[in-house]
């Protein structure tokens, strides 16, 4: 039997800033939190390094990696990001930024770009003829440098990581490379948001962004009536001030992220803005007052089991075969589970399962060989037959070949038409 997945309900800290409403918000205020997406340290650093080494194998040559951070600005335009000395012939020299550096002097907290640029390293350690930390003009014409890749944790509103690509557009040998075509751009981030990815892939350098899992927000996590009450519960009780948008977090998101490391300042304020009569569960943005088991995807057979009935999978959530399956088989079932409705994005498919970008396209992509889901990731009659199969199974007699998934050579024949009795001979 599988040991019960920690619960963050349970917990003391989650209790006691539940008891602060009313009792009749209570309920309302449990789902909210139970529906946060918890990043724990390693989740976070493996996961984004895949993606990162993915991305930088589509580039032929050496690849420049710059953390995402907040820069100095001037009557509200971000500096240049490389300088350009004052002549006739604009031509960027010198060192490339800092990785990790305050904008302002009294405030000197290093937020997540320090896990950012500490990645960096490590990858630029690795392999330093592929990755290149935070290169200035002098070293991206002699290394022959052909990717500007940004990598961040979370594009919520998009502001900071579009500041960031304008710091270095604004400087001419930058866009007389991207005109030319020797020099490209990406963004690879944890997590995004749909207004985050919208606000920098209209910046004019076109970049390609790329993220690890969509992030999760009211709007996206609740259907429209639910999303509604949930952000008048976050608006009546911000002890800050009651306002429309701000309540629900910077830009009005409503982001239902935490990672290990921190609260980004897109989730409601309730969460994390301390007020008079108010605690919030994550005072300041730091997470470390729950416990770190909380943290990371879960996909043992409880776990699977309580996603499976959030997806209204009830039939299929009780069976049995959940125990006796692997990783690979539960994922897969939960995943056709999440194509009950519209839409069949890998973005979406990834919210309702919280599973990673990259785990849905293996898991679909498996899904199309066995012939039980469509490319339009729409399940075919015999994936169905397997979701029945499963809902129905009592006990331990599921074809689940012990507990895992396996891939036939050639698919099991079934009659694509039925044909009139032969005469019966006489």
Same mark, same amino acid.
């Given at each position: 039997?599988?040991?019960?997945?920690?619960?963050?309900?349970?917990?003391?800290?989650?209790?006691? %800033?539940?008891?602060?409403?009313?009792?009749?918000?209570? +309920?309302?205020?449990?789902? #909210?939190?139970?529906? &946060?997406?918890?990043?724990?340290?390693?989740?976070?650093?493996?996961?984004?390094?895949?993606?990162?080494?993915?991305?930088?194998?589509?580039?032929?040559?050496?690849?420049?990696?710059?953390? /995402?951070?907040?820069?100095?600005?001037?009557?509200?335009?971000? $500096?240049?990001? &490389?300088?350009?000395?004052?002549?006739?012939?604009?031509?960027?020299?010198?060192?490339?930024?800092?990785?990790?550096?305050?904008?302002?002097?009294?405030?000197?907290?290093?937020?997540?770009?320090? #896990?950012?640029?500490?990645?960096?390293? /490590?990858?630029?350690?690795?392999?330093? $003829?592929?990755?290149?930390?935070?290169?200035?003009?002098?070293?991206?014409?002699?290394?022959?440098?052909?990717? &500007?890749?940004?990598?961040?944790?979370?594009?919520?509103?998009?502001?900071?990581?579009?500041?960031?690509?304008?710091?270095?557009?604004?400087?001419?040998?930058?866009?007389? %490379?991207?005109?030319?075509?020797?020099?490209?751009? /990406?963004?690879?981030?944890?997590?995004?948001?749909?207004?985050?990815?919208?606000?920098?892939?209209?910046?004019?350098?076109?970049?390609?962004?790329?993220?690890?899992?969509?992030?999760?927000?009211?709007?996206?996590?609740?259907?429209?009536?639910?999303?509604?009450?949930?952000? $008048?519960?976050?608006?009546?009780?911000?002890?800050?001030?009651?306002?429309?948008?701000?309540?629900?977090?910077?830009?009005?998101?409503?982001?239902?992220?935490?990672?290990?490391?921190?609260?980004?300042?897109?989730?409601?304020?309730?969460?994390?803005?301390?007020?008079?009569?108010?605690?919030?569960?994550?005072?300041?943005?730091?997470?470390?007052?729950?416990?770190?088991?909380?943290?990371?995807?879960?996909?043992?057979?409880?776990?699977?089991?309580?996603?499976?009935?959030?997806?209204?999978?009830?039939?299929?959530?009780?069976?049995?075969?959940?125990?006796?399956?692997?990783?690979?088989?539960?994922?897969?079932?939960?995943?056709?589970?999440?194509?009950?409705?519209?839409?069949?994005?890998? +973005?979406?498919?990834?919210?309702?399962?919280?599973?990673?970008?990259?785990?849905?396209?293996?898991?679909?992509?498996?899904?199309?060989?066995?012939?039980?889901?469509?490319?339009?990731?729409?399940?075919?009659?015999?994936?169905?037959?397997?979701?029945?199969?499963?809902?129905?199974?009592?006990?331990?007699?599921?074809?689940?070949?012990?507990?895992?998934?396996?891939?036939?050579?050639?698919?099991?024949?079934?009659?694509?038409?039925?044909?009139?009795?032969?005469?019966?001979?006489?």
């Amino acid at each position: 039997m599988s040991s019960p997945v920690p619960n963050i309900l349970a917990e003391e800290t989650t209790l006691a %800033w539940l008891s602060q409403f009313d009792i009749r918000d209570q +309920e309302r205020a449990a789902k #909210l939190v139970s529906r &946060f997406l918890l990043v724990s340290h390693d989740e976070f650093h493996d996961n984004l390094r895949a993606l990162l080494t993915a991305r930088a194998r589509v580039h032929p040559g050496p690849v420049a990696l710059y953390a /995402e951070r907040e820069l100095p600005k001037r009557f509200g335009v971000a $500096n240049r990001l &490389f300088k350009e000395p004052n002549r006739k012939v604009k031509r960027a020299v010198g060192i490339g930024p800092q990785p990790v550096k305050p904008t302002r002097g009294y405030d000197p907290d290093v937020g997540s770009e320090g #896990l950012v640029a500490q990645l960096i390293t /490590e990858l630029c350690r690795t392999d330093p $003829n592929k990755y290149i930390n935070h290169p200035g003009p002098d070293e991206i014409r002699r290394k022959k440098v052909r990717c &500007f890749l940004l990598v961040t944790d979370l594009v919520g509103s998009g502001r900071r990581a579009r500041t960031y690509l304008e710091a270095a557009w604004r400087v001419r040998s930058v866009r007389s %490379w991207w005109s030319l075509r020797l020099m490209r751009f /990406e963004v690879v981030a944890y997590a995004t948001t749909d207004r985050g990815r919208t606000l920098v892939e209209r910046h004019p350098s076109a970049p390609k962004l790329s993220h690890v899992v969509p992030c999760p927000t009211i709007d996206t996590v609740f259907a429209r009536p639910d999303a509604t009450s949930m952000k $008048n519960l976050c608006i009546h009780y911000d002890s800050t001030s009651r306002d429309v948008d701000e309540s629900l977090g910077v830009g009005g998101l409503g982001t239902l992220i935490a990672f290990a490391h921190g609260v980004p300042n897109n989730a409601p304020r309730i969460f994390h803005k301390a007020g008079t009569r108010w605690t919030p569960l994550f005072p300041a943005r730091v997470t470390s007052s729950i416990p770190s088991k909380h943290f990371g995807t879960k996909t043992t057979a409880d776990a699977i089991r309580t996603r499976l009935g959030e997806l209204r999978h009830r039939a299929l959530a009780r069976g049995a075969w959940l125990d006796v399956a692997s990783n690979e088989t539960r994922k897969a079932f939960l995943v056709m589970a999440a194509t009950s409705r519209p839409p069949h994005t890998d +973005e979406m498919l990834a919210i309702r399962t919280g599973l990673t970008v990259i785990e849905i396209e293996d898991v679909c992509r498996s899904l199309i060989d066995l012939g039980w889901m469509t490319d339009s990731r729409r399940l075919t009659d015999a994936g169905y037959g397997q979701l029945r199969h499963a809902a129905g199974t009592e006990g331990n007699n599921m074809d689940l070949q012990a507990g895992t998934m396996v891939k036939s050579a050639e698919p099991a024949y079934y009659p694509q038409s039925l044909r009139s009795p032969a005469e019966k001979s006489r």
